[in-house]
């Protein structure tokens, strides 16, 4: 994972370690776990401040939806680019489940994406080899959209 990531539209320090989603110790300090650690040890998990949990694209926020309080991140894992169940998620943990904590992008998205996702909830993004103070750029790729997303709630052309 990147020393730094963005968020909230700004370049600064990723003080979040990921653990993988072999990984059967927590280490102390500020951590991300896989779905199936945290329910493997949610207990214990439950009791520690500066917890998140990531989730692949095939594991929905319903499986996470009673425990969200717990969690300062939840990070929605991307296997490859052009896997877009992670944008569904980020829409449903807001709109559904009304998240108010860091939603954060980790794995295969692009660059390309940022402006998309961003639009879904998504608020935190961890890119590799990426020069991350241009990738701000990607969000202003477009200056309206049509359709209504977290970002915008009514579509062009309700606002009109």
Known sequence: MPNKIIKD???????WQVLDAQAT???EGAVIVPLSLWNGQKDTLAQRGQLGVWLN???SPQLIADSLDNFDV?????????DGRGFTY????REQHNYQGEVRAIGGFIRDQLYFLNRCGFNAFA????????ALDSFADFSDAYQAAIDQPEPLFKRR
């Open 90 to 93: 980020g829409r449903e943990l």
């Open 9 to 15: 539209g700004a370049v600064t320090d990723d003080n």
């Open 74 to 82: 939840v990070a929605i894992n991307f296997p490859a680019f052009a």
């Open 57 to 59: 694209s095939d594991e």
């Open 127 to 134: 890119l590799d080899g990426v020069d991350l103070d241009k």
């Open 25 to 27: 110790e927590v280490p």
